[in-house]
């Protein structure tokens, strides 16, 4: 009979001893229990160790039980912590994302900021009578308008970053896109030439000579990159003391080979050799009491993520000269040259800006349009979809009247009827796509003075 119940528990005793080792408790009762079972087994005490033998299970149970409930309260434990420890590490990204947002902000509307209270004080002595009909960079009013509207798109970068890119990118704020780079280099040097003027003798060469410039950039960032090289031109001459008159800003630009030019030189104290390996490091920064190290490094930033180049030449006490190079688009297909329209069908002009309306009366007047056929409108509601069957109808896409949409009027259907969208919002994505897909033209505003009206035959 021992000797049985020795040939038995031997294996059984390697089988329970290998199970504990694989499960991870070799360590535990079960290993024990089963040696013990061994050794009483080997004294012919069959009863009392099965006995012993049961009492081990039942105290291993209990361990096991014990076992489980502890590491399941740490566990839980760990992943209340670990989930505590993930919050507090993003709360803490977010609040540095902010805080670069914020610094980034403030840098950039400094500039916009200065030109507005340059103009604001200019406006106490400005002629009124001149102030409707002045439509050059001398205006303050028209510096006014050109500060709030590239604070406003700087403000709305910010809100479309927090709100993530999903939502940022249908909400027709800033971003990269397919739009005039002519036009937003042209108001960032209005803006610089009313405010440095007062500072230093600032020239722009090549500008009003320039044909309209297709790109793909941010237009914000793009500002702001601009405005930040030629402030730092401007604040060159903090350390050189020289008269106004001396000071010497000068601004080309100019489109070659494929290449959007913009070239920035001043006389001001210039850069030492050792800081150009590092002016593009972001925070830093050298001889500037409020400097934030941003300026350049955003530069940088702006101009790589559309494939732009930026080169930099200095020589201290002469002064530098910084290159941006830009690649340009050809004019989409999208975009309307002239308007056609058949001179025996209605032709419909709708816009809620009394400046625009304006402008179509006087071009209706100038190129002979037949009276009884031509129309302007200063609302969509005044235009009766159903009795617009053929012709040409040029519509504004936003209107305060909380009319439809221009783009959302041609969509609902206008079979017969050419369309021209003619607004501010060209570089809208949404846009441009769906003009596509409509075949529909767009006008952009900038550009309204360059489109004509050209009768056809039919």
Same mark, same amino acid.
């Given at each position: 009979?021992?000797?049985?119940?020795?040939?038995?528990?031997?294996?059984?005793?390697?089988?329970?001893?290998?199970?504990?080792?694989?499960?991870?408790?070799?360590?535990?009762?079960?290993?024990?229990?089963?040696?013990?079972?061994?050794?009483?087994?080997?004294?012919?005490?069959?009863?009392?160790?099965?006995?012993?033998?049961?009492?081990?299970?039942?105290?291993?149970?209990?361990?096991?039980?014990?076992?489980?409930?502890?590491?399941?309260?740490?566990?839980v434990?760990?992943?209340?912590?670990?989930?505590?420890?993930?919050?507090?590490?993003?709360?803490?990204?977010?609040?540095?994302?902010?805080?670069?947002?914020?610094?980034?902000?403030?840098?950039?509307?400094?500039?916009?900021l200065?030109?507005?209270?340059?103009?604001?004080?200019?406006?106490?002595?400005?002629?009124?009578?001149?102030?409707?009909?002045?439509?050059?960079?001398?205006?303050?009013?028209?510096?006014?308008?050109?500060?709030?509207?590239?604070?406003?798109?700087?403000?709305?970068?910010l809100?479309?970053?927090?709100r993530?890119?999903?939502?940022?990118?249908?909400?027709?704020?800033?971003?990269?896109?397919?739009?005039?780079?002519?036009?937003?280099?042209?108001?960032?040097?209005?803006?610089?030439?009313?405010?440095?003027?007062?500072?230093?003798?600032?020239?722009?060469?090549?500008?009003?000579?320039?044909?309209?410039?297709?790109?793909?950039?941010?237009?914000?960032?793009?500002?702001?990159?601009?405005?930040?090289?030629?402030?730092?031109?401007?604040?060159?001459?903090?350390?050189?003391?020289?008269?106004?008159?001396?000071?010497?800003?000068?601004?080309?630009?100019?489109?070659?080979?494929?290449? &959007?030019?913009?070239?920035?030189?001043?006389?001001?104290?210039?850069?030492?050799?050792?800081?150009?390996?590092?002016?593009?490091?972001?925070?830093?920064?050298?001889?500037?009491?409020?400097?934030?190290?941003l300026?350049?490094?955003?530069?940088?930033?702006?101009?790589?993520?559309?494939?732009?180049?930026?080169?930099?030449?200095?020589?201290?006490?002469?002064?530098?000269?910084?290159?941006?190079?830009?690649?340009?688009?050809?004019?989409?297909?999208?975009?309307?040259?002239?308007?056609?329209?058949?001179?025996?069908?209605?032709?419909?002009?709708?816009?809620?800006?009394?400046?625009?309306?304006? &402008?179509?009366?006087?071009?209706?007047?100038?190129?002979?349009?037949a009276?009884?056929?031509?129309?302007?409108?200063?609302?969509?509601?005044?235009v009766?979809?159903?009795?617009?069957s053929?012709?040409?109808?040029?519509?504004?896409?936003?209107?305060?009247d909380?009319?439809?949409?221009?783009?959302?009027?041609?969509?609902?259907?206008?079979?017969?009827?050419?369309g021209?969208?003619?607004?501010?919002?060209?570089?809208?994505?949404?846009?441009?796509?769906?003009?596509?897909?409509?075949?529909?033209?767009?006008?952009?505003?900038?550009?309204?003075?360059?489109?004509?009206?050209?009768?056809?035959?039919?």
């Open positions: 009979m021992t000797k049985w119940w020795i040939a038995f528990s031997l294996p059984l005793s390697i089988f329970v001893t290998t199970y504990t080792l694989i499960k991870g408790a070799g360590k535990c009762g079960l290993v024990k229990a089963s040696m013990v079972f061994l050794t009483l087994v080997t004294t012919n005490d069959v009863l009392h160790s099965l006995r012993y033998f049961q009492t081990m299970i039942v105290l291993d149970l209990g361990f096991s039980v014990l076992l489980v409930t502890f590491m399941t309260t740490q566990i434990a760990y992943k209340k912590g670990f989930f505590e420890f993930a919050e507090r590490r993003a709360e803490m990204l977010w609040s540095e994302k902010f805080l670069d947002l914020a610094r980034q902000v403030a840098h950039d509307i400094r500039s916009p200065q030109s507005m209270v340059f103009a604001a004080k200019d406006l106490k002595s400005y002629p009124v009578a001149q102030l409707n009909n002045d439509e050059s960079s001398a205006n303050p009013v028209n510096i006014l308008q050109l500060g709030l509207a590239r604070i406003n798109s700087i403000l709305s970068k809100i479309s970053e927090f993530g890119p999903a939502e940022a990118e249908g909400s027709g704020m800033s971003g990269v896109r397919l739009s005039l780079l002519d036009r937003s280099i042209r108001d960032v040097l209005t803006e610089h030439r009313w405010t440095d003027e007062k500072i230093a003798q600032f020239a722009i060469e090549g500008l009003d000579s320039l044909p309209p410039v297709w790109a793909v950039f941010d237009p914000v960032d793009l500002q702001a990159a601009v405005s930040n090289v030629i402030r730092n031109a401007t604040e060159s001459f903090e350390k050189k003391k020289i008269s106004k008159k001396e000071r010497l800003i000068k601004v080309t630009v100019a489109v070659e080979s494929g290449w &959007f030019k913009l070239f920035v030189e001043d006389n001001g104290c210039g850069i030492p050799s050792e800081n150009l390996e590092r002016i593009f490091e972001r925070g830093f920064t050298s001889g500037k009491d409020q400097g934030t190290g300026g350049l490094y955003q530069v940088k930033e702006t101009l790589e993520r559309i494939e732009g180049k930026i080169e930099i030449r200095s020589t201290v006490g002469s002064g530098t000269r910084v290159t941006i190079s830009i690649p340009t688009e050809r004019t989409p297909a999208f975009i309307a040259e002239n308007i056609e329209y058949d001179a025996k069908s209605p032709v419909y002009f709708v816009d809620d800006d009394p400046s625009i309306q304006q &402008f179509w009366k006087s071009r209706i007047a100038r190129d002979g349009l009276p009884d056929l031509s129309f302007v409108k200063s609302s969509l509601k005044q009766v979809r159903s009795e617009i053929t012709g040409t109808v040029v519509l504004d896409h936003f209107f305060r909380g009319a439809e949409r221009g783009l959302e009027w041609f969509k609902n259907g206008t079979p017969g009827v050419k021209y969208l003619c607004t501010t919002a060209y570089d809208d994505p949404e846009i441009q796509r769906e003009a596509e897909r409509l075949g529909l033209k767009v006008i952009p505003k900038p550009l309204l003075d360059r489109v004509q009206l050209m009768k056809t035959v039919g």
